[in-house]
């Protein structure tokens, strides 16, 4: 039965009857991507997510969706992946693997710039980065006072 929910695309709110959860403009966008995806696949199957997102343009996020909900279709032999940015390892998560990403920050401190923002994602996810970590709790601590002094 048709009822009001929000775009989980652009949060507009919209009649939704049936499929995926996004507005009629939403979903036309979303098959122009997903067709890019699809054309990209078929001259380059294995390619791995992230080949796929900086060719056609399309985020990540949005592929994962496509995979999940079977849109997608990828040889057996040669399934879709994410690769570590730097050395091409097989990698769950993130942007680069262990190594590339302790590597990584430690020529990011010798720099002292750049990559920082790229490796966010990782580091709040790993939370060993010791002085991040402490510096986010330390952060939420004073937050917590100030609320309180108020
Ligand atoms: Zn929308
Ligand atoms: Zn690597």
Redesign the pocket.
Known sequence: MPELKNCRRCKRIFMYAIGPQICEACKKLEEEEFERVRQFLKEFPGATIQEVSKETNVSTQLIYRFLKEGRIEVADNSPIALQ??????R?NSGR??????KRIANEMINAGRSLKESLKDYDEKENEGGLRYLHGVRKDESIRRDFKRK
């Open positions: 570590c940015e730097s050395c091409g390892v990698i680069f693997c262990v190594n590339c990403s």
